[in-house]
């Protein structure tokens, strides 16, 4: 009897060892089971495996375009690149034919950023060999606002718009307006910005300038004097206004009684006012 119970005992211990071995699986997992695999199953039809292969066949095109933009992205760049250094010695060959000496653009650099949306440029320019960033406006130290005064900054954005009419395909259908391209300039400069006007005037359809300095408009006639060129004034009266056109005759003499002033001070006073251009007028 001893012996029986302990053969009883033990099987008892076994069955609740197995008990414990075996997994407990509730009603919603069995379910969420029978779901995945009513999953795989329905993956074998038809429509399913049509829609598959159209999903890869759309990754594949992905790639392609992602891939072709990548070729575009280094294509872009190197025209970028191209573009800068030709702006650049463009910009810089305008400054010189304006008669600037005193700086030039050191670089143009392509600019990105989280906040450009739009493709610009960094623009440093180099004053007596140092490098001034455009975007540095400190008063401690050398930048663009207390390095160029007025008339070098209005000649820089002279420039810039110069070469970017050079840049154009087509020019021969451009009115081209001018309001007061002269400021804190001297003579020299107007005389330069008077050349670059007259070659530009041989590439566009017309061209219009405005101005208050009378002096710049006998520079102009001096340069346009054989061509079909226009003049006028606008005359104030009262609260009144009206376009007439211009004695450029009266205004030449005025300015040829200045230019015979000149000569008559270089003779008596070795004045240096006297160059080259004035010797050929």
Do not use: W
């Not at 119970?5 to 414990?20: A, H, R, S």
């Not at 143009?108 to 493709?119: P, Q, Y």
């Amino acid at each position: 009897l001893r012996q029986y119970n302990n053969v009883v005992n033990l099987i008892n211990t076994k069955i609740k060892e197995f008990k414990k071995s075996l997994l407990l699986i509730n009603r919603d997992a069995l379910q969420e089971q029978a779901d995945r695999l009513v999953d795989v199953l329905n993956r074998f039809k038809k429509e399913v495996i049509e829609i598959c292969q159209k999903y890869n066949e759309c990754q594949q095109f992905i790639l392609e375009i992602q891939n072709q933009i990548s070729i575009k992205e280094k294509e872009l760049n190197k025209y970028t690149q191209e573009t800068i250094v030709e702006y650049e010695e463009l910009i810089n060959q305008k400054l010189s034919n304006l008669g600037i000496d005193g700086f030039k653009l050191s670089h143009l650099k392509h600019k990105f950023g989280e906040n450009v949306n739009d493709a610009c440029v960094e623009i440093v320019i180099k004053i007596l060999n140092k490098n001034i960033f455009l975007k540095d406006y400190k008063d401690d130290r050398p930048s663009f606002k207390n390095t160029l005064g007025k008339g070098d900054k209005n000649s820089l954005a002279f420039a810039f718009f110069l070469a970017f009419l050079d840049k154009l395909p087509k020019k021969n259908h451009l009115i081209i307006i001018f309001d007061d391209p002269l400021s804190s300039h001297d003579e020299n400069r107007q005389d330069f910005t008077a050349n670059e006007i007259k070659k530009l005037s041989n590439q566009v359809e017309q061209i219009i300038v405005m101005t208050h300095k009378k002096d710049f408009v006998a520079t102009l006639y001096q340069k346009f004097q054989r061509e079909n060129a226009l003049y006028f004034e606008i005359i104030k009266n009262n609260n009144n206004s009206q376009i007439k056109k211009m004695d450029i005759q009266s205004l030449l003499k005025q300015q040829y009684e200045k230019i015979i002033d000149r000569f008559n001070n270089y003779l008596r006073f070795g004045s240096n006012e006297i160059r080259p251009d004035d010797l050929l007028n």
